[in-house]
């Protein structure tokens, strides 16, 4: 099986030191990928706070796809970036950071905590198959009107649902069900989100007329 197939389809893959001629250009094609999302993430990083115009054109032309009223808080990273899509109202803070080897899907109208990681990779519990570097990615999935909390890791193959709110500091290794509040690590369904929540913004507080 060619190198690609293996990152697209969760197998195990070593991203360099092929002896076939399709996979060392396959090889060169994601080094290439993997250099431009540094060039173009470093430049973003680097733009003064007012110059929103160059910030949104580096986004435009990094990831995979992107809905208008995007904001990020650098620093952030992709690994490839052209493998990430995010909806339209998406805000990160401080130090958002994906590795995304494979595809990774954010929603409209999410919001992340300082320090969220999303990875896409993880690596084989056996020590002999780590050399060289092996590797799988499976793709993560996050829903429209996702609040991931501050410092939230979310691992290879979740996907977590509409309108979900996923506590600070959780590591998410399990998909997580539409509407729920979740939290831990491992990170857990709490319960459900609903009608309590329309009341009360935070346990017992009334929801105030802020608009």
Known sequence: MRLEEQMKSGLLYREYGH????DQEYEKIIEKQRVNAKEMMFDFNNTRPSDMETRTKILNELLGSVGKGIYLEPPAHFAYGCNTHIGKNFYANFNFQVVD???VFIGD???CGPNVLLCVTGHPLDPEYRLGGTQFS?????GNRVWLGAGVMVMPGVTIGDNCVIGAGSI??????ANSLAYGSPCKVIREIGEYDKKYFRKDVLVNDFK
């Open 172 to 177: 998410v290794t399990k998909d997580i069900p």
């Open 101 to 103: 080897d494979c595809e």
């Open 109 to 111: 109208d999410v919001m």
């Open 19 to 22: 002896k076939d001629p399709v």
């Open 138 to 142: 499976l793709p993560i999935h996050i």
